[in-house]
């Protein structure tokens, strides 16, 4: 069974951190491109990081751009988003997603909400 599972989000004073997991399984992690999403309140799901299996670059949106780092450890089957400096603005849903050519998996999601 194909599964991708989100865990990690929380809340969070501005300026804190957390790292977002997304565990693969049923499939072979390591052939599939990672790509990170989120939806925050009211807006459409946003493309934050592309973590390419061809090259092995890691591709960030300007907004996150010096502040999120995203990683794979393919033997663990896992991507994790460890997100720093942590703004009010980065409340959302976040999503990791594995994709490979018209194959696509998608996690269900973890809250992360930044308050004070």
């Known amino acids: 069974q194909v599964q991708l599972v989100e865990s990690g989000g929380g809340t969070v004073q501005p300026g804190g951190s957390l790292t977002l997991s997304c565990a693969a399984s049923?499939?072979?992690?390591?052939?599939?491109?990672i790509y990170w999403h989120r939806q925050r309140p009211g807006k459409m799901r946003e493309l934050l990081v592309f973590?390419?299996?061809?090259?092995?670059?890691?591709n960030y949106v300007n907004s996150i751009k010096g502040r999120f780092t995203a990683t794979r450890d393919n033997a663990k089957s896992t991507s994790y988003l460890q997100m720093n400096a942590l703004k009010p603005e980065d409340t959302a849903v976040y999503f990791c997603?594995?994709?490979?050519?018209?194959?696509?998996?998608w996690g269900q999601g973890t809250q992360v909400t930044v308050s004070s």
């Open positions: 049923g499939f072979s992690f390591s052939d599939y491109a």
């Open positions: 973590m390419s299996v061809a090259d092995g670059s890691t």
């Open positions: 997603e594995a994709r490979r050519f018209q194959n696509s998996h």
